[in-house]
Nanobody
Framework: QVQLVESGGGLVQAGGSLRLSCTASGSIFSTSVVGWFRQAPGKEREFVATISWSGRTTYVAASVKGRFTISRDDAKKTAYLQINNLNPEDTAAYYC????????????????????WGQGTQVTVPT
């Protein structure tokens, strides 16, 4: 079992930065692929970024590439999403997800590929 808790969201002015954290409990985090998703009001959940359990591979959605960076620190059982140059279109609830995988370079972009989800953290960028 893995429990995930996101933190670091808030209200940030356009052009600002945030670092979201996803802290896990349980022993399987170190062999789990991690993904970040977001959901804006009235919209479907959207894939943002994923990182393999080894940290050797990452993939960031084209829509946010260059502004979003995913990383992890397994000693702290925490994954991060660094968001730079925020704009109002980034306003959403951000969720992290994790799932054990065998391959140390495995990435997952589909939400249904994840077994565990956090409750989300809200990011608001006013217009």
């Amino acid at each position: 079992q893995v429990q995930l808790v996101e933190s670091g969201g808030g209200l940030v002015q356009a052009g600002g930065s945030l670092r979201l954290s996803c802290t896990a409990s349980g022993s399987i985090f170190s062999t789990s692929v991690v993904g970040w998703f977001r959901q804006a009001p009235g919209k479907e959940r959207e894939f943002v970024a994923t990182i393999s359990w080894s940290g050797r591979t990452t993939y960031v959605a084209a829509s946010v590439k260059g502004r979003f960076t995913i990383s992890r620190d397994d000693a702290k059982k925490t994954a991060y999403l660094q968001i730079n140059n925020l704009n109002p279109e980034d306003t959403a609830a951000y969720y992290c997800a994790a799932s054990p995988t065998e391959g140390d370079r495995t990435l997952r972009v589909a939400a249904d590929g994840y077994d565990y989800w956090g409750q989300g953290t809200q990011v608001t960028v006013p217009t």
